[in-house]
């Protein structure tokens, strides 16, 4: 009975995971653990990737929100004015990147992508026309 299946002692940490058990019935024939992750969620996560990530002594190794991390969290942009609008609160219709929903000085409201806000792209709903770049708006994108 070779000692090939991975084992973790209960309550190893890699990164942000906590192992708590392994999963019954094996996956695809892989031993997979059950986690639990610094941000409260929990997840399920093949063994041999989590030997993986003890091995590299992996610090990034999450449920998946670690990647998330990265995009700057603009909550504290509320009621802040970028330009004419003031940012009322968070679109959260839109899924796949942060929108913020501005009303305008002009009484419009919109909803307006962060990054574009951060970046001082977009200063009005659209009532204030930069003369010298007319870049935005013409190009198609999907979504
Ligand atoms: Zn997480
Ligand atoms: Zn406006």
């Known amino acids: 009975m070779g000692?090939?299946?991975?084992?973790?002692e209960p309550n190893t940490r890699i990164g942000k995971l906590t192992i708590l058990r392994e999963v019954f019935?094996?996956?695809?024939?892989?031993?997979?653990?059950?986690?639990?992750?610094?941000?409260?969620?929990?997840?399920?996560?093949?063994?041999?990737?989590?030997?993986q990530s003890l091995r590299n002594n992996s610090k990034t190794r999450s449920c998946g929100c670690f990647k998330h991390q990265n995009v700057p969290i603009l909550d504290d942009l509320i009621g802040h004015r970028i330009g004419r609008l003031k940012i009322i609160r968070r679109d959260f219709s839109k899924?796949?990147?942060?929108?913020w929903i501005c009303l305008c000085e002009c009484g419009n409201k919109k909803?307006?992508?962060?990054?574009?806000?951060?970046?001082?792209?977009?200063?009005?709903?659209g009532c204030i026309r930069e003369e010298s770049c007319r870049e935005t708006g013409l190009k198609r994108r999907k979504g």
């Open 95 to 99: 899924i796949h990147s942060t929108y």
């Open 25 to 51: 019935p094996p996956l695809q024939g892989e031993t997979n653990f059950f986690c639990k992750c610094d941000c409260g969620k929990y997840c399920e996560v093949l063994g041999r990737n989590l030997k």
């Open 111 to 125: 909803s307006i992508a962060a990054r574009h806000l951060k970046s001082l792209k977009t200063l009005s709903c």
């Open 3 to 8: 000692r090939s299946r991975t084992y973790f």
